[in-house]
């Protein structure tokens, strides 16, 4: 019994050591207030809906596409997750341009696709997925 209690004992703290070393998700939260022309709230309409990443506020390249998804509104306001391990990597782009400069999310939705505008400006969220190699050293880690 008591080989047991020390098993059960090792493999919780082995499960917490490697939850602690697991890869950064590569997803991000996003909510959102989605009304009709006339200030009216969507609720309980499935809708669909799709991310871009420009390198620009208008026009500019596109560097991303996310898969269509769907959405549900209760009096305007949803939540979803965009992956960015999945979807469409322009040429040229990877997960890594998103450290390389300014990036704008444009959502479109409904069906048709249609742009909401103004695109976003994406912030630091992003830069939490990369770092520079050797940016973290043992002294700037607190134990």
């Known amino acids: 019994m008591e080989n047991v209690k020390r098993l059960l004992g090792l493999s919780i703290i082995l499960l917490f050591t490697l939850s ?61 997750e965009i992956d960015f391990s999945g979807g469409v990597w322009e040429a040229g782009y990877s997960i890594k341009s998103l450290d390389d400069g300014t990036v704008y999310l444009e959502v479109l939705i409904g069906s048709p696709l249609t742009a909401l505008s103004p695109r976003e400006k994406i912030t630091s969220t992003f830069h939490a997925f990369n770092i520079a190699d050797d940016a973290v050293s043992e002294a700037k880690l607190l134990m």
């Open 20 to 80: 602690a070393f697991a890869d950064v998700p590569m997803s991000v939260n996003y909510q959102g207030k989605l009304t009709d022309d006339d200030g009216v709230p969507y609720h309980d309409e499935v809708l669909d809906i799709q991310f871009r990443l420009y390198d620009a506020a208008t026009a500019g390249n596109l560097m991303w596409t996310s898969g269509a998804e769907s959405v549900n509104p209760q009096h305007g306001l949803f939540s979803t």
